[in-house]
């Protein structure tokens, strides 16, 4: 689009199905490749995809006429086919139905960037549910707890 100029920063969270600890080592910094090239191809920017074994946070330039829920549907259904075309699990890997969406002004992209870096070692301190729920209460998101995970009955 002529005369259409942006600056979008999003980063999203998104879990495995259960909140599973299933993101192995041995390939995740595949998983996070492709997860970063399923955002490029959508025409977004990757700035940084990480996470931990039991979810993910991407964190991108959003291009204005892509939306939010199309770019999770599509990365999360590729990268989840690859993962089980490839069997890098033992039973069928999911991601978990939904995702968090947070915004940005270019002056946080240090910070965020550095916060989504250290994902390994701010998790051995607090859990991914609280991580979460810390999101959505800083962004004052209003949600209703009992839709907010899928958990095993």
């Known amino acids: 689009m002529a005369n259409t100029y942006h ?3 999003i980063q999203t ?11 192995n080592k041995e390939w995740k910094s ?10 490029n191809e959508t025409g977004c920017k990757t700035i940084l ?3 931990t074994e039991d979810h993910v946070h991407c964190f991108l330039a959003l291009k ?8 999770m549907k599509t990365i999360k259904a590729k990268s989840s086919k690859y993962v089980n075309d490839h069997k890098l699990t033992k039973s069928r890997f999911e991601w978990q139905v939904g995702y968090g969406a947070f915004s940005y ?4 992209i240090d ?3 550095k916060y989504i870096q250290n994902q390994e070692e701010h998790h051995k301190k607090q859990s991914f549910k609280d991580e979460y729920l810390e999101f959505l209460e800083k962004f004052k998101v209003t949600f209703d707890e009992k839709y907010l995970f899928d958990d095993l009955i």
């Open 7 to 9: 600056q979008i920063y």
């Open 13 to 23: 969270v998104f879990a495995v199905k259960y909140r599973n600890a299933l993101i």
């Open 30 to 39: 595949t998983l996070l490749s492709i997860l970063g090239n399923l955002i």
């Open 49 to 51: 995809v990480n996470g």
């Open 64 to 71: 204005p006429n892509i939306a939010v829920s199309e770019l």
């Open 105 to 108: 002004s270019r002056s946080h």
């Open 111 to 113: 910070a965020v960037y």
